[in-house]
T-cell receptor
């Protein structure tokens, strides 16, 4: 069964700290892996997408890595800010139309 | 450009009632999706469509029906609502750009079945 797990479920850090969010997937035959941000009561916003042939993607203070062989992806957030507080979801895309989501990591960045 | 919109935003149903959720996108995307999100769980795919007039089942299709009569609209129907269908429903559309696929999500519909 294709499952996606995110650890930790919740994380609270002081402003300015660097942090890592983890995502693991049981089936390594992914098409791509995507990280999303979800604010309370809102939809999902795509942050980074890594194709299966890539190792990492960067956007501003965000860096996502992908290790297909071990079934892992990490999202690194540098110099965290209170505005980064949200739930972060990872999704493994299988066969184009089969996207499996993790339950998310709820991040709180304290001023 | 409104992106992906969903109607309604909130709804309360009684067990056995029926309703239709509407998803609309103005980006001319071929692919559209319906997901549900439950507490402590990731989004799960209910149904999807790869183009006008086509639909397919996702991971959790039971109790739902869909229609894609127009390219810009994707409807999700509940014929006889059950408390287990209490959830937040998200619609998404997908584009192919720069050699990759990207999904765009609507704001969600919060449904409560009593």
């Amino acid at each position: 069964k294709q499952e996606v797990t995110q650890i930790p479920a919740a994380l609270s850090v002081p402003e300015g700290e660097n942090l890592v969010l983890n995502c693991s997937f049981t089936d390594s035959a992914i098409y791509n892996l995507q990280w999303f941000r979800q604010d309370p009561g809102k939809g999902l916003t795509s942050l980074l997408l890594i194709q299966s042939s890539q190792r990492e993607q960067t956007s501003g203070r965000l860096n996502a890595s992908l290790d297909k062989s071990s079934g892992r992806s990490t999202l690194y957030i540098a110099a965290s800010q209170p505005g980064d507080s949200a739930t972060y979801l990872c999704a493994a895309n299988y066969n184009n139309n089969d996207m499996r989501f993790g339950a998310g990591t709820r991040l709180t960045v304290k001023p | 450009n409104a992106g992906v919109t969903q109607t309604p935003k909130f709804r309360v149903l009684k067990t056995g009632q029926s309703m239709t959720l509407l998803c609309a996108q103005d980006m001319n995307h071929e692919y559209m999706y319906w997901y549900r999100q439950d507490p402590g769980m990731g989004l799960r795919l209910i149904h999807y469509s790869v183009g006008e007039g086509t639909t397919a089942k996702g991971e959790v299709p039971d109790g739902y029906n869909v229609s894609r009569l127009k390219k810009q609209n994707f409807l999700l129907g509940l014929e006889s609502a059950a408390p287990s269908q209490t959830s937040v429903y998200f619609c998404a559309s997908r584009r192919y750009f720069g050699g990759r696929y990207e999904q765009y999500f609507g704001p969600g519909t919060r449904l409560t079945v009593t």
